[in-house]
């Protein structure tokens, strides 16, 4: 296995970890504060790193788009706009279930990940690479519902819910294939500019939204109370995951790094036991069926075969 694979492994754990550990987070902050400010304010903050890092590393001209302004803008759009309000909107209204839906949701993006690469690009997956999205899939599902499906339908508008997760999911991938374009830009770069111009898209809907009385602008006590969990989603699940997906996935590919996102449920998973949650035979089961998957799917692309055609994906991308 190559350095950089070994890199964009790491890189793409670090940053589902980090994501996976967000829904036990956002479950109490969700009660005192809309998804809609929290994710202005998560944010517009991570923009604000990044375009100070940039400005400091790469100087001003490093913010041109190049002529790539609307499809920079729609990538950010798809991202940091789209999927975080729609998940946690999604999160909020299952209620107390909503993590555990949340968290379940996030191992369909590699099989929709496969999909839109197969109709964008023409490119039809490795058998084991769609193999092991299934088996991780049953695995993460198994965890998530020790067992029992009903589980995922005792929430409030559950399906309302699951519909919104899936449609995040979808702007998520649809971010995560259209980063390879950029493979001549920094990450930092590529970065700063999609987290920007997706904060641009949230600042007009939440303004909208308050303006016609959908949302209220919250108090200093709402923001106090939300400290902790903006400091987790800020730093960890901003600025660090973000960085490392972008660039795990440009050493991977989008079609491998997406597989990663199988983490997101068991590092959820994990924080709950933690915290005093009894483990079933079914979620061991599913631990080590997502596993043995992401391990599979790696070792098979080890051999050079494989790996030529992760690269021919790469190079269609490209294109």
């Not at 940053?15 to 998804?35: E, N």
């Not at 375009?51 to 729609?74: D, Q, R, T, V």
Request: positive net charge; proline residues 3%; hydrophobic residues 55%.
């Amino acid at each position: 296995m190559s350095k950089k694979y070994t890199l964009g492994i790491i890189l793409s754990l670090i940053a589902t970890i980090a994501w996976g550990g967000m829904f036990p987070v956002m479950a109490p902050a969700l009660k005192i504060i809309d998804p809609f400010y929290f994710t202005l304010f998560r944010y517009g903050t991570v923009a604000i790193i990044f375009a100070i890092l940039l400005l400091i590393i790469e100087g001003p001209s490093s913010f041109k788009p190049e002529g790539h302004f609307f499809n920079l803008w729609l990538l950010g759009s798809f991202a940091f706009a789209g999927f975080n309000l729609l998940v946690f909107l999604g999160q909020h209204a299952a209620g107390e279930s909503g993590s555990l839906i949340a968290s379940v949701m996030m191992a369909v993006q590699p099989l929709i990940g496969a999909v839109v690469t197969w109709i964008m690009y023409k490119k039809t997956p490795k058998r084991i690479t769609f193999i092991s999205m299934l088996i991780a899939f049953v695995g993460v599902f198994l965890v998530i519902t020790k067992g029992n499906p009903a589980i995922l339908f005792q929430g409030h508008d559950t399906l309302v819910a699951t519909g919104l997760i899936f449609l995040a999911d979808l702007f998520w991938v649809l971010f995560t294939t259209g980063g390879t374009k950029y493979k001549n830009w920094s990450i930092l770069r590529y970065s700063t500019l999609t987290t920007v111009y997706g904060v641009f898209t949230l600042i007009i809907i939440v303004v909208f939204a308050t303006l016609v009385g959908w949302l209220k602008v919250p108090t200093t006590t709402q923001v106090g109370g939300i400290r902790n969990a903006l400091i987790y989603m800020i730093t960890f699940a901003g600025v660090i995951a973000v960085f490392s997906w972008n660039y795990g996935n440009r050493l991977l590919g989008p079609v491998n790094g997406i597989l990663f996102m199988n983490v997101e449920p068991i590092t959820a998973f994990i924080i709950m036991a933690i915290t005093g949650y009894k483990v079933s035979i079914f979620e061991i089961i599913g631990c080590v069926l997502t596993i043995v998957a992401l391990v599979m799917n790696n070792l098979a692309l080890r051999t050079k075969k494989n790996v030529s055609s992760v690269n021919e994906v790469e190079i269609k991308i490209e294109e």
